[in-house]
């Protein structure tokens, strides 16, 4: 197979292909934001010295993600990114965390779920965001491993069995959604043309090997998929 073009300039793209890259700056500079205001709020939860610290680089990093896509998005349609995405922010808020614990699972499950879906993009057809996307996937990495030790700790320590379970699910299912929906047809139209890697579902797949140990060394069980009340590949295997 022959890979499909690749493209710097917005002149010489195909309108779908114009609209789909717009697109996904739009989704991506919100997913950044919405990421920035959950952990910025968080900050109040963090009490170590050494915590404090980390946040405020996490929040700081997220911002700056926040701004290299939406200034990427400036210069590609000469429009400002800061009215749609505020808007967007009003119609669909990041729901915040209400303690520390949460605020970990936050950090390993919603996080982490924008760090698969970004690795899709790293090769992408349209060439300067594949410079960003590279810059800030290796941010990312740094991002979910400390919330991820924070809740196997946590969760080994016996003290949340009670609120464990019910805020996985509710953190799992805000990190699945960072994946789009599974098998559309805007799906297929962006593999086709190089601007995604691989479908939602598979990326979902990967997501879900890849946090399966931590959540049976947590002791918690992944939900029945339809109580994620959320569109999901029928063929994912949520069971441990
Ligand atoms: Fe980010
Ligand atoms: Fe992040």
Redesign the pocket.
Known sequence: MTSPPTYTDRAQMPPRYRDTVEQLMRSQAYR?LA?ARLFGHGLQFAEEHRYIKFMTWHIR??ID?YFAVANMYERFTGQSLQDWVQARLRERPIPFAGSWFELAMAQFLY?RG?FWQLQEYAECSFLPYRDIIGK?IE??RG?QGLGERIVIEACQSGRYEAEKQPLFERWLRLGLLSFGRPYTESNAYAISVGLKRRDSAEVMRDFIADIRPTVVACGLRFPHPAALQMELPPDLELTP
Do not use: L
């Open positions: 950044e990421a990093e997220e993600h996080d924008g800030i941010e990312e991002h």
